[in-house]
């Protein structure tokens, strides 16, 4: 069974700091995985989805890698902001499941200004 | 951007009653899908939906759980006799076709937080 794991589960960093974020896997068939973030009392906002064949993706200043093989993925985010304060999650999409998302549990971002 | 609604945003109900959740996917979205998270715990999975009849269903959704496309616009969640530990956020999702040759973003609503009392 695919279990997805969030390390750390909380981070507080100050205001323009790079940071990166990592998400395993414990099977590494997968169709993809997509980073989301949460905010507070709210729905999931997808940021980035990688495909299994794909090494990373970008959008803006945000950065995700997928080494496959090994069961991981980095969420990388450049000069972070306070807007940026919000959960992180990751989801992969297992070979063996059809369609459904397998989540994390997430990574607690604060951003201080 | 086109996004997935849902309605109500909150709600409140007795244990043992029915409650129906509802949701407006992407309009060109075929994909249709109910997520939960209860408190301080991981997103799950209950139910995929495409073309009128369940895809794939997790251990969770039950019996007494149901989904339905009444319309061509409407996705229905419907919990037929509510227990305490159905309290949780409840997301759907809408996605363009999965397939094994297929990787498109899930996209997600805003939720309807269930409480059951």
């Known amino acids: 069974k695919q279990e997805v794991t969030q390390i750390p589960a909380a981070l507080s960093v100050p205001e323009g700091e790079n940071l990166v974020l990592n998400c395993s896997f414990t099977d590494s068939a997968i169709y993809n995985l997509q980073w989301f973030r949460q905010d507070p009392g709210k729905g999931l906002t997808s940021l980035l989805l990688?495909?299994?064949?794909?090494r990373e993706q970008t959008s803006g200043r945000l950065n995700a890698s997928l080494d496959k093989s090994s069961g991981r993925s980095t969420l990388y985010i450049a000069a972070s902001q306070p807007g940026d304060s919000a959960t992180y999650l990751c989801a992969v999409r297992p070979v063996t499941s059809g369609s459904r998302l397998t989540f994390g549990e997430g990574t607690q971002l604060t951003v201080n200004p | 951007e086109p996004e997935v609604t849902q309605t109500p945003s909150h709600q409140v109900t007795q244990m043992g009653q029915e409650v129906i959740l509802r949701c407006v996917p992407i309009?060109?979205?075929?994909?249709f899908y109910w997520y939960r998270q209860i408190l301080g715990q991981k997103v799950e999975f209950l139910v995929s939906f495409y073309n009128n009849e369940i895809s794939e269903k997790s251990e969770i959704f039950d019996d007494q759980f149901s989904v339905e496309r009444p319309d061509g616009s409407n996705f229905t969640l419907k919990i037929r006799s509510t227990k305490l530990e159905d309290s949780a956020m409840y997301f759907c999702?809408?996605?363009?076709?999965?397939?094994?040759?297929?990787?498109?973003?899930?996209?997600f609503g805003d939720g309807t937080r269930l409480s059951i009392l």
């Open positions: 309009s060109n979205h075929l994909y």
């Open positions: 999702a809408s996605s363009e076709p999965q397939g094994w040759y297929s990787n498109q973003p899930q996209h």
């Open positions: 990688i495909q299994s064949s794909q």
